[in-house]
């Protein structure tokens, strides 16, 4: 009788061992997960914002030639 309580116990032990490194292994694989969407947002966000300086080049590139094309148009 006295073993199988200590059998019980042991079993409910290694039964929420278990269970720990399973939420362990969870967790670090959520933290792996967030580690690479932040570095995935940082990369996009970078060519965003190369994106976004070419369109301000072309915007006012296509603004000073308008302004040409308007003087030219003048004479």
């Known amino acids: ?12 032990q290694i039964g929420s061992s278990i269970q720990q490194v399973s939420k362990d292994k969870s967790m670090l694989a959520m933290t792996e997960k967030i580690e ?21 080049s072309q915007l006012q590139l296509t603004s000073e030639l308008s302004d040409k094309l308007e003087k030219t148009e003048v004479y």
């Open 1 to 12: 009788m006295k073993l199988d309580l200590i059998k019980h116990q042991i079993e409910f």
């Open 36 to 56: 690479r969407m932040e570095l995935d947002f940082e990369s996009r966000d970078k060519q965003f914002m190369e994106l976004q300086g070419l369109h301000n």
